[in-house]
Each structure stands twice: as C-alpha cells, then as structure tokens.
C-alpha cells in the first residue's frame, strides 16, 4: 500500500548556489518519514539542510546547494505496517559569475587645491559577495596596470577620491578592477584630469 504520493518532478534542477526544494506528499498516516541524498540520511540544521514537516507533505531544502549535492535523493516513510519511499533525480547547473563594472562617467575633472574631494564612482553589479577589498580602481596605461587603490562603498556604488592635495601628475586613465572567486572583472577607462591651480591662488 502506497504510503506515498509520486513525485510531481522526478527530475529536479538547480543553480549552484541556489536553493534546492524537493517535495513528497502523504497519502496516509506516515509513523516515520526521513530523506536520504546518495545514500546518506539527511539531518535537518545540519550544514545547508532543511526539512520541514507538515500534515500533508514533507519537504527538504538543501540551500545553497552545491555541485555536490547532484544524484538521487529519496523520501522515505513508515505506514501503519508498511512502507514506501520515492525517489528524485537531482540535477545542478553550474552557476556563472555575472559581473559588470560600469563608470559612472567617462571623464572626470577636477582642480588642484579645491576643498571639493575628486570622486570617481562605479556601479558593480554581482550575485557574489563582495570583500571589502575586492573592487579597486587602478591607474591604467597602455594595456598596463598601475597602481591601484581599494575603493570604498558608498550609497551602492564603489568610490575612489583624491583629496586637497591632488596634484595634475595623477592625471590619466583609470579603471576598476573586481576580483570574484579568482577572475578579475574589469570596467572601461575613465579620464582623470587635474587642473593645475591659477597663479593667484598660491
């Protein structure tokens, strides 16, 4: 005797990195019901699992889910004097790292001397958690990196400024640079040009 609805999808897909929802319904009273994953119990609270219980239906959630989890996982149950189980082809797409750096301006124009600060934003966008050192912007010559300097959050977009003491020598290309799980990820130049201070003003 089924103790068991079938399984709505027996093969079911996710993204690396996304959450994993399989789900199997009770037909009758179930007296026991746990998940297996390639022949390994399923513990919920344990690392990335999750299982939920209701009246009529069990579900486990494996988030996030990794490459690792691909196979077979299985709900099993106990009846009264019975017992059934249903069994789910788990398939993972890798995911892909999604990241655009985007100046906000193409050129940027600043003056010796002003009390103004010289700011250069950058708008990146990404799935992936950025570190507080992941984005820099660098100096950017000829197909050559220069120096670069991390740039700082601020109100969603990624700032590098120059202060008072900016000098017009700084002037020159610039770009930002995004590293995420290794690749680096770079945004189209932005000029930098520093105007000298009027005579007047020494």
Request: glycine share 10%.
């Amino acid at each position: 005797e089924n103790v068991l609805g079938e399984a709505m999808e027996e093969t079911v897909e996710f993204t690396e990195g996304d959450e994993l929802k399989l789900e199997c319904t009770k037909l009758e009273t179930v007296t026991e019901l746990w998940w297996t994953c390639n022949g390994k119990k399923m513990v919920n609270g344990k690392k990335n699992v999750q299982i939920k219980n209701k009246k009529g239906f069990s579900q486990l959630i494996v988030n996030p889910a990794e490459m690792s989890d691909e196979g077979t996982c299985t709900c099993h149950a106990k009846g009264l004097g019975t017992e059934d189980s249903v069994d789910f082809t788990v398939e993972g797409i890798e995911a892909v790292n999604e990241v655009t750096v985007t100046p906000q301006q193409t050129e940027l124009t600043c003056k010796q001397g002003e009390k103004k600060p010289c700011a250069m934003k950058f708008d990146v966008k990404t799935d992936e958690k950025l570190g507080k050192k992941d984005v820099k912007v660098c100096s950017f010559k000829k197909d050559k990196g220069g120096k670069c300097k991390v740039a700082k959050l601020k109100g969603g977009s990624y700032v590098r400024s120059w202060g008072k003491g900016r000098k017009p020598k700084v002037s020159g290309n610039y770009v930002a640079v995004v590293t995420v799980n290794g690749e680096q990820f770079v945004s189209d130049p932005v000029l930098l040009t520093v105007t000298p201070k009027d005579k007047k003003e020494k």
